[in-house]
């Protein structure tokens, strides 16, 4: 699963990258951003139809029946979906590149569509004979592979599934929900998610993506400690039971949330999307897909043996000590890619 394990990797990265390949450079982060805050806006609303049908007989039926609306928006909105103007121009097809790109720039010119799309096809004119194997031997995709399976793979290495388990317990110790009450607290994480969502959506395009990474991976890390800390009883004249301490573990959850939801949660796919060269996208946005997948697998099938060796504050030590190697591989290859065209940042890697 993607994300916090309530996303489809692959409708994510299909979503992502039709998305991208349609939208202008000014706006193209805050595009998918809202993609992104779409996402938790109908994980919130799934909760909310929960909570409120959850001690209804027969509930189960409102909950699949609220889908189909929803459904039937997302079909009729893909019949108006233009084709991406990218793909149609690696395939040499110019005048329907044209006629597509100007449903994404109505104001431009035909002489600025007509120069749009020529830049898209001579920078892609070796794309329709890649192949699968080209993201591994060619020199130049090496560190866009590297950035796009990095940020896979810490998105879920840092533990965003494992935190959320501990959710209900640190809720409840703190007064908010008894154990049987966890959809409740379901939606308040999904609230509080989708209003920090909202936050890198307004920012994404301003701030640029390496600032919202950094800032937003450095709040998980801190987040961790403290987690860890009140957990082991390592924080001086407080302890996990006393009420400094459950309000700690109540800060710290909800800092790790905010702090997933700039950074990680929309900031991965969006990076993925872009950095990839078109010519290889589709295959490296596959690998992605796997890498997600497979992080995932990896947490869920180490996590009862760490939980059980390392108790609840070494696990958040250990998720802290990844964090902290996520953010200086970050700083290392990410590039920014704010405000340029997807072609300017093929150039990158040239």
Known sequence: MCGDCSETPTHTCLLSSVTMQCSPPA???V??????AFIVGGILLGYLISYLSISTVGGWRLIYGAAVPLALMLVAGMLYLPESPRWLALKNRKSEAVASLSRT???ATPGVLAAEVAGMMSTETAGSSSSFWMVFTEPRYRRPLAVGLSLMFFQQITGQPSVLYYAARIFQDAGFASADSATGISVVLGVFKLVMTGVAVATVDSWGRR????VGVS???AS???LGGVQGDLVPFVTASSDIGIWMNVGALLLYVGAYQVSFG???WLLCGEVFPLSVRGSALALATITNFASNFLVSLCLPSLQETLGPSGLYFAFAGVGVFALITIQAIVPETKGKSLEEIERLWD
Request: no cysteine; net charge positive; proline share 12%.
């Open 266 to 268: 929309p900031i991965s």
């Open 224 to 226: 961790l400690l403290i």
């Open 31 to 36: 595009l998918i951003s809202m993609k992104e």
């Open 105 to 107: 720039l109505p104001g």
């Open 27 to 29: 706006v193209r982060g």
């Open 219 to 221: 709040g998980i890390v």
């Open 211 to 214: 600032p919202l990474l950094l």
